[in-house]
């Protein structure tokens, strides 16, 4: 094999109708990629955007085989690269002319607590676990659901949240493990407790109470401490 054999390096001895195909592969692969990380919700791309994540992916696997494989030719990939070029700059026109299609690929903010308690419907459309946003509340020195007024999803996955101020702190749903991981159907004495589940507060007196707002009956004794920023 002969070193800077250009038909090889360009081509790799594939026909020049070859980059129709290539053109092609691109379209179908650029899509199938931005409609799987749309899909996999924002949570699975934090700190990008997901069509700023499917641009990322897509120039580093075009670049990324030929710079280490013979067998792939340098032309296809860059028309690869073009082609995701183009793509940026259609899609990026189409978000600036239609507000439904900006939507569509950024998604919108979502309210997740109201009033210190989850709000079920945003809840369950975002692909967010209940540990993983305790964690983010914990890291914003937060003990329990009730000393925030309100928190979003943002349309990048970090969280935003609103606060109570200290003399308007609700009883609310702990958030710390050593607390939260008590959660019970049993209820050792009467109080107020927090749905395990949505952060409903209740006055519970026996086992077995029924939420009155999800219908679930695992309950945690509710606390009202105020925050410490």
Request: aromatic share 10%; proline share 3%; glycine share 6%.
């Amino acid at each position: 094999m002969e070193i800077f054999e250009w038909k090889r390096v360009l081509l790799n001895d594939l026909p020049p109708a070859f980059l129709l195909e290539v053109l092609f592969r691109s379209v179908v692969m650029f899509s199938v990629l931005l409609l799987a990380l749309k899909i996999a919700g924002k949570r699975g791309v934090k700190q990008l955007s997901v069509f700023e994540t499917v641009i990322i992916i897509s120039l580093g696997s075009a670049a990324g085989d030929p710079m280490l494989y013979d067998d792939v030719g340098l032309l296809p990939a860059i028309v690869v690269v073009l082609v995701i070029i183009i793509f940026y700059k259609c899609i990026t026109w189409l978000t600036g002319v239609s507000p439904r299609f900006e939507q569509f690929m950024e998604g919108k903010t979502q309210c997740i607590i109201e009033e210190g308690e989850f709000s079920l419907e945003s809840f369950k459309k975002e692909t967010l676990a209940q540990d993983e946003f305790f964690l983010e509340l914990r890291m914003k020195s937060i003990e329990h659901l009730g000393q925030i007024k309100n928190a979003y999803i943002e349309t990048n996955g970090e969280i935003s949240a609103f606060y109570y101020p200290d003399d308007e702190v609700k009883y609310g749903l702990p958030v710390l493990p050593q607390l939260y991981n008590k959660k019970s159907e049993v209820v050792s004495e009467t109080g107020k407790y927090a749905c395990s589940f949505c952060g409903n507060i209740q006055e519970v007196t026996t086992n077995g109470a029924t939420c009155e707002n999800c219908e679930k009956k695992e309950w945690v004794r509710a606390i009202k401490t105020i925050r410490k920023s």
